[in-house]
């Protein structure tokens, strides 16, 4: 019989990929998704969808209990459910804590407690390392989170450790890019522009990791059967901004590109500036006080060797090619609305 996976949050940009690559290694695939959920990334007829209400508990069980026969599980959930920026801070703890305890209660409270549990937290968990001699920040570092983002990620991340009771794996994700990406879609954007803009002075190492390669991982590592560990996931090494902008440029077919660097204080009320008024649109902004303080991190050098050890990761798309496979996807988009 094939494997049962449950993809919870799997209508986003990485969920997409999840849900293919779960195909591909020949899983029967679940999607959780919400009703309002888009589905556009989530087209391939094999997929099964469950609709869930993670607000109401109640609820929650039912929709989890009925989905499977009485005493069947899936074998393994990957829980990528989150939010990166919120119309109200106390969002966070709610979409990023409290969606996460109300699922697996849940999953408990209807018999469907899978063989393991794999849960996408963030870099950002770990807030500032030694940001003095730019060593690679590493899994025995003790975190310190510094943002609303962070601190939601390390209170789900406790509650699955100490009171889950799941075979957990976690994964402290760098910045994850790709085909379908936002964020670093609007950088590239900015660079087809003839602009960069950089954010402060001081010496800031930067890490990537390709959407195909983080989905990659989260397969390797359940199939490697390791359980109660946290890992790193980047690729293993770390770049400048100028060499991110040089290899966008280049793939762009060199673009000639003028640098701006701005104090990190115009940066800061820049993004006060953005969140106030996206908040009396009703919307969130890509900047905010708490996307300027994870911008304001110097070292996001990360050490992945347990992850490399314990199941094989590897990086096949370095940044060059990652950006390569981004920047064709980017002018084949707008080539297409022309």
């Known amino acids: 019989m094939k494997k049962r996976l449950l993809i919870i949050g799997a209508g986003g940009f990485v969920g997409g990929f999840i849900a293919s690559e779960g195909l591909r290694r020949g899983y029967d695939v679940t999607v959780g998704v919400r009703q309002s959920t888009s589905r556009s990334y989530l087209t391939d007829p094999a997929l099964n969808f469950l609709i869930l209400d993670y607000d109401k508990p109640e609820l929650l069980k039912r929709q989890i209990a009925d989905a499977l026969p009485a005493g069947e599980r899936w074998d393994y959930v990957i829980y990528n459910l989150g939010a990166t920026k919120c119309r109200r801070l106390d969002d966070f703890d709610v979409i990023n804590c409290q969606y996460l305890v109300n699922v697996s209660e849940a999953l408990k409270q209807a018999n469907r407690v899978p063989e393991r549990f794999l849960f996408m937290s963030s870099l950002s968990a770990m807030g500032p390392v030694d940001e003095k001699t730019y060593r690679p920040i590493t899994i025995d570092d003790e975190p310190h989170p510094n943002t609303r983002y962070g601190l939601s990620k390390i209170k789900a991340e406790n509650y699955l450790i100490n009171d889950s009771g799941f075979d957990y794996i976690i ?168």
């Open 171 to 338: 994964f402290r994700a760098t910045g994850v890019y790709g085909p379908r990406e936002k964020d670093y879609l609007m950088m590239i954007k900015s660079i087809d522009g003839h602009i960069d803009v950089g954010m402060g002075y001081r010496k800031q190492l930067l890490t990537f990791i390709y959407v195909d390669d983080l989905v990659g991982a989260m397969f390797d590592a359940l199939a490697a059967g390791v359980s109660r560990k946290i890992y790193l996931i980047s690729e293993p090494r770390a770049y400048t901004q100028r060499q991110f902008r040089s290899l966008v440029a280049e793939k762009l077919g060199g673009r000639r590109v003028l640098p701006l660097k701005l104090p990190m204080w115009v940066v800061y009320g820049v993004s006060v500036l953005l969140e106030k008024l996206a908040a009396l649109r009703g919307k969130t902004s890509t900047l905010n006080r708490d996307k300027y303080i994870i911008m304001k991190q110097r070292n996001w050098n990360a050490d992945v060797t347990p992850a490399i050890r314990d199941f094989g990761f590897h990086a096949d798309y370095p940044l060059e090619r990652g950006v390569e496979e981004t920047v064709k996807a980017y002018l084949a988009s707008k080539h297409k609305k022309k």
